[in-house]
């Protein structure tokens, strides 16, 4: 069997002896060179063998690289009212023939009184994902299709009534098909109480479920 490559080479008594001997005279750099291995390595192992240089050698090991030319990073940063070249350009192309014109509309643009079909889910607090039809009234603006035909023929929508589907059927939008309920009344009609009494059961049993999950999560209440 081999030995996979991702296995780290542990370090030797011996090189663990060179990095010590050679830590504060010699560069990361030239240690990993003399061993064979990373940078990153060496100074991993330094950390591992607790070898830290003192502020006084940082310094001197700072100045030898400035007087060689070394000026950590100054020589690649921006000075101070420095000028970028792209400075007041709009982009890194100019328009072409491919480009959208001022005023384009992308191909699948929806027409005035066009209906299509879409859940209304996360824009009410449906949470059912009921698919329900919409009209375009004009660009931006959409309705729901059963309610804008109510409009149409009877007028506003009171604020305390909602426009139901006689059969149940949201998708049969004719005007026939088609009743205001007060919210009460539409309120009564979902009541759970309206519901048979095996129904009923499995309904409460579902949210005290709900509910002793909520608390133990919050930490109301433990495993017994």
Known sequence: MTKSKNILKRYTPEEDLYIKENFEIRTLDSMA???????????????????????ELKQQRRMIGIE????????????????????????LTKANNFSYKKGNLPHNTKFDG????????????????????????DKGN?????RHLWRLH????????????????QL??????????????????????????????????NRQIKKFIKEYEQGLVTRS
């Not at 063998?49 to 003192?54: E, S, V």
């Not at 026939?176 to 129904?199: A, C, F, G, H, W």
């Open 154 to 169: 009877y007028g506003e929508i009171p604020i305390d009534a909602n426009v139901q589907f006689s059969d149940g059927n």
């Open 142 to 146: 959409w309705d729901l299709l059963h």
């Open 33 to 55: 060179l003399a061993l064979g291995r990373t940078m990153g390595s060496v100074a991993g192992r330094c950390i591992r063998l607790g070898l830290k240089l003192t502020d």
């Open 172 to 205: 049969n939008c004719t005007i026939e098909n088609l009743e205001l309920v007060s919210k009460s009344t539409n309120m009564k009609r979902n009541s759970i109480q309206n519901l048979p009494s095996d129904m009923k059961e499995i309904i409460q049993l």
């Open 68 to 91: 060689a030319g070394w000026r950590h990073g100054e020589n690649t940063r921006f000075k101070k009212g420095h000028i970028t070249w792209n400075k007041d350009t709009k982009g």
């Open 114 to 137: 066009c209906i299509t079909l879409r859940s209304i889910h996360g824009k009410t607090k449906d949470k059912s994902k009921t698919a329900y039809l919409f009209i375009r009234l």
